[in-house]
């Protein structure tokens, strides 16, 4: 079964700086895109950031680009989301999601998300 | 961006009942539709994509449809365990957009 664990969240004041990671294990890491998906306390679901296979094509949310940068391991089987400029609006549980072999933009499995929560 | 309007944002049903959820596509997105299931505290899952694909393991009560700009998502004997938030989201073009969802209660 398709692991994926999140790590890396926490208290952070505004302007501040965060890397999160996830794992990946039980399929092959490097043949697959990869995404971060994030949701706000009581709100819905909104996607952040999306990597294909290899890390050369990248793809960010207008509300996360220039403060947001995704990256990843395929030697470590780890994804990777820096986060630089934090605000408050960023609070979130952040989600790592699998891609499909067809589509980057078609997430099959999910991460239990980490919380990441921006505030003085 | 593809604004994806999902509809109801909530509803009522019984055990048993059928449960139709409609998500609306600000324009044309083939059939690059997706739907989650999202309980409390806990991580989404994939049920559906490409509109009526069923994602391996997930229930034959759940269904899919649509093309275009009009989608839905159908449970047809709702169970205790269904009771959850349901999100559609298009993967057609980025941005990637999910609708608002549909919270499926108790009646």
């Known amino acids: 079964e398709v692991q994926l664990l999140e790590s890396g969240g926490g208290l952070v004041q505004p302007g501040g700086s965060l890397r999160l990671s996830c794992a990946a294990s039980e399929f092959t890491f490097s043949s697959f895109a990869m995404s971060w998906v994030r949701q706000a306390p009581g709100k819905g679901l909104e996607w952040v950031s999306t990597?294909?296979?290899?890390?050369?094509?990248?793809y960010y949310a207008d509300s996360v680009k220039g403060r947001f940068t995704i990256s990843r391991d395929n030697s470590g089987n780890t994804l990777y989301l820096h986060m630089n400029s934090l605000r408050a609006e960023d609070t979130a549980v952040y989600y790592c999601a699998k891609g499909s072999l067809s589509y980057y933009g078609l997430f099959d499995y999910w991460g239990q998300g980490t919380l990441v929560t921006v505030s003085s | 961006d593809i604004q994806m309007t999902q509809s109801p944002s909530s509803l009522s049903a019984s055990v048993g009942d059928r449960v139709t959820i409609t998500c609306r596509a600000s324009?044309?997105?083939?059939?690059?539709i997706a739907w989650f299931q999202q309980k409390p505290g806990k991580a989404p899952k994939s049920l559906i994509y490409a509109a009526s694909s069923l994602q391996s393991g997930v229930p034959s009560k759940f269904s899919g449809s649509g093309s275009g700009t009009d989608f839905t998502l159908t449970i047809s004997s709702l169970q205790p365990e269904d009771f959850a938030t349901y999100y559609c989201?298009?993967?057609?073009?980025?941005?990637?957009?999910f609708g608002g969802g549909t919270k499926v209660e108790i009646k």
């Open positions: 989201q298009q993967y057609n073009t980025y941005p990637l957009t």
């Open positions: 990597i294909g296979s290899s890390g050369v094509n990248t």
């Open positions: 324009q044309a997105i083939t059939n690059y």
